[in-house]
């Protein structure tokens, strides 16, 4: 059984951080490559950062760059998402997944709220 299990979420101020860490287990976690996603309120899912297996290449999306850092440790099989200076509009709620997503296992996520 697959789970992806994202936790570190919660309420913080504007320009603060967060971490988020992401277990996993069911899935060939050292041989995937991992992402990170979001979903605000009324709109969709989207992708943030991307880490492959090896997590030798890591790519974000643009509101990502300079502000969050992914990574991973293979032993723990875990994926983490360091957020610094975060804005409202980072609000939603964030799921891990391998990239492609299996649809199948995005779990409850993890939920970021940043207060003006």
């Known amino acids: 059984q697959v789970q992806l299990v994202a936790s570190g979420g919660g309420l913080v101020e504007t320009g603060g951080s967060l971490t988020l860490s992401c277990a996993a287990s069911g899935i060939a976690f050292s041989a995937s490559a991992m992402a990170w996603f979001r979903q605000a309120p009324g709109k969709e899912r989207e992708f943030v950062a991307h880490?492959?297996?090896?997590?030798?290449?890591?790519k974000y999306v643009d509101f990502a760059k300079g502000r969050f850092t992914i990574s991973r440790d293979n032993a723990r099989n875990t994926v983490r998402l360091q957020m610094n200076t975060l804005k409202p509009e980072d609000t939603a709620v964030y799921y891990c997944?391998?990239?492609?997503?299996?649809?199948?296992?995005w779990g409850q996520g993890t939920q970021v709220t940043v207060s003006s």
């Open positions: 997944n391998t990239n492609p997503p299996r649809n199948a296992d």
């Open positions: 880490i492959s297996s090896t997590g030798v290449y890591i």
